[in-house]
């Protein structure tokens, strides 16, 4: 029954692949994230989807595209991947922007 | 925009201890501070809020405090025990966005 399911939780790749993330949340919740987490703990927001809509496109670069299919779904998918997208990639929703955040357990990305 | 800072970076207390966590922000705008915890190979969780029209809260053996005028606020946390250890971290919501602002994280070693 879990809240903010993410998978996979574990995907190693070569460079140069095209991979995707899937996220579902069961909460309800009008908005949905993804965040990287680089080996320094740093939280950085990447994109965010209120209603389907997308709300926050930070700078990150294009190969990066996020689809939100309806409100309780966020998936990321990525290409051309490259060394330095090794992370953990977070998915999160929140009902509006003035709530706590509800997180995944993560996908841990190596791109080899 | 907003910035977070977060110290220390690092905290080891003495098991039945208290721990102190301080986080600044530099948007007098951002009304809403919440704290997560993150166990090793989980997703932050949220431990504790607070809006701007409190001063402090506390759930059990956690609380935080805020205040306005010097923008800072902390999180407490006494007689800390060994599931205490995690990294933690502060956030800030301007309020005009869909965005968490978030600082760079504390990790709290509780030593038997």
């Known amino acids: 029954d879990t809240a903010v399911s993410q998978t996979p939780k574990y995907l190693v790749t070569q460079m140069g692949n095209d991979k995707s993330i899937k996220c579902e949340q069961n909460?309800?919740?009008?908005?949905m994230y993804w965040y990287k987490q680089d080996s320094k703990k740093f939280l950085k927001i990447m994109f965010s989807?209120?209603?389907?809509?997308?709300?926050i496109n930070e700078t990150v670069p294009n190969r990066f595209s996020p689809k939100s299919p309806d409100k309780a779904h966020l998936n990321l998918h990525i290409n051309s991947l490259e060394l330095g997208d090794s992370a953990v990639y977070f998915c999160?929703?929140?009902?509006?922007?003035?709530?706590?955040?509800?997180f995944g357990s993560g996908t841990r990305l190596t791109v080899v | 925009g907003e910035n977070v800072e977060q110290h220390p970076s690092t905290l080891s207390v003495q098991e039945g201890d208290s721990a102190v966590i301080k986080c600044t922000y530099s948007?007098?705008?951002?009304?809403?501070f919440p704290w997560y915890k993150q166990e090793l190979g989980k997703g932050p969780q949220l431990i504790i809020d607070i809006r701007s029209n409190v001063g402090e809260k506390k759930d059990q053996r956690i609380a935080v405090t805020l205040n306005k005028t010097a923008k800072h606020f902390s999180l407490h946390i006494t007689e800390t025990q060994p599931e205490d250890s995690a990294v933690y971290f502060c956030a800030a919501s301007p309020g005009s966005n869909y965005q968490l602002i978030w600082g760079a994280g504390t990790k709290l070693i509780i030593k038997p």
């Open positions: 989807y209120n209603n389907k809509e997308l709300i």
């Open positions: 948007d007098s705008a951002s009304n809403y």
């Open positions: 999160a929703s929140s009902q509006g922007n003035h709530y706590g955040y509800t």
């Open positions: 909460l309800g919740h009008d908005t």
